[in-house]
């Protein structure tokens, strides 16, 4: 996941994405691996469920 980042990022410094088209990316890229991560966690059994999404923030620097 950290090459794609760097990837990402070149792409941004280099003027091949926009700044949308970055933080679209790496929010996808975060969305996935969540996923990953959360199907992983349901073997092991769920605490709690969410029901919808409020509000989401990333920070990037």
């Given amino acids: 996941m ?5 990837n990402l990022v070149e792409q ?3 003027r091949k994405l926009t700044r949308r088209q970055l933080v679209t ?12 991560s959360t199907t992983a966690q349901s073997t092991i059994g769920q605490v ?3 029901r919808t999404i409020n509000h ?3 920070a990037v620097s």
Wanted: net charge negative; charged share 15%.
């Fill in 48 to 50: 709690a469920q969410g």
């Fill in 56 to 58: 989401v923030s990333l």
């Fill in 2 to 6: 950290t090459q794609e980042i760097e």
């Fill in 25 to 36: 990316s790496l929010a996808a890229m975060v969305t996935v691996a969540s996923a990953k």
């Fill in 12 to 14: 941004f410094e280099t």
